[in-house]
């Protein structure tokens, strides 16, 4: 079975730019999470997907963030302007209905 | 407001012995909890997880033990090996609204030393 699939694996912006990431999660996962990891902290919930409808996007800032889904397969996450606060590892995961979520090895963004 | 908390962010092991790692949540609506191992330049990857109507589950040298009424949930790991050096997170899920919240801790690096 094959896991859930990010990219890109790095990427390096200039503050102000935009960015764009990418996510396939395991074929049948129906929930799909962003998350965002902070160095030193744990994951924070940017915004869940059930299937191609939002869940919660309560964590997410919305004035220059922004993730879809479509038809209920991939994701993307965007980020318009990049803050140097933004500097983070970028995780997607995916799980059937309760169970556990598999993570993707995660996109590392540097904001310079 | 943390609802998982993980309270060591570090901890140092010899090998062979036992490691003990800790987690506290404040939100009695989480009914399943998990642990995840996350090494450098990689994502989480699911290790152990038990549910709210036990209080223990082994899986191999992992056993979780989750106390309700203290709200406090811990992985132990026995006998710790060098391979098992690396950031663990708790996590605790609960179903609101039709849809599985699933919430992480800050992390303990584990270190073990030969």
């Known amino acids: 079975e094959a896991g859930v699939a990010q990219s890109p694996r790095y990427k390096i912006i200039e503050k102000r730019q935009s960015v764009a990431f990418w996510c396939n999660p395991i074929?049948?996962?129906?929930?799909l999470y962003w998350y965002q990891q902070i160095l030193g902290q744990g994951p924070k919930l940017l915004i869940q997907?059930?299937?191609?409808?939002?869940?919660?996007d309560s964590q997410l800032p919305k004035d220059r963030f922004s993730a879809e889904r479509l038809k209920g397969v991939d994701s993307t996450l965007k980020i318009q302007p990049a803050k140097l606060e933004d500097s983070a590892v970028y995780l997607c995961?995916?799980?059937?209905?309760?169970?556990?979520?598999?993570f993707g090895q995660g996109t590392r963004l540097t904001v310079v | 407001d943390q609802q998982v908390k993980q309270n060591s962010p570090s901890l140092s092991v010899q090998e062979g012995r036992i490691s003990i790692l800790n987690c506290d949540y404040t939100?009695?609506?989480?009914?399943?909890f998990l642990w995840y191992k996350k090494y450098p330049a990689e994502g989480p990857t699911f290790l152990i997880s038990?549910?709210?109507?036990?209080d223990k589950n082994e899986d191999g040298r992992f056993t979780v033990f989750l106390n309700k009424s203290a709200k406090h949930l811990s992985l132990h790991i026995v006998p710790s090996q060098p391979g098992d050096s690396a950031v663990y997170f708790c996590?605790?899920?609960?179903?609101?609204?039709?849809?599985?919240?699933?919430?992480f801790g800050q992390g303990t690096r584990l270190t073990i030393n030969p």
């Open positions: 995961a995916s799980s059937l209905w309760s169970d556990e979520a598999f």
């Open positions: 074929s049948g996962h129906a929930t």
């Open positions: 997907f059930q299937n191609n409808g939002v869940v919660d």
């Open positions: 939100n009695s609506m989480f009914d399943y």
């Open positions: 038990i549910s709210s109507i036990k």
């Open positions: 996590a605790a899920s609960a179903t609101l609204q039709g849809a599985q919240k699933l919430v």
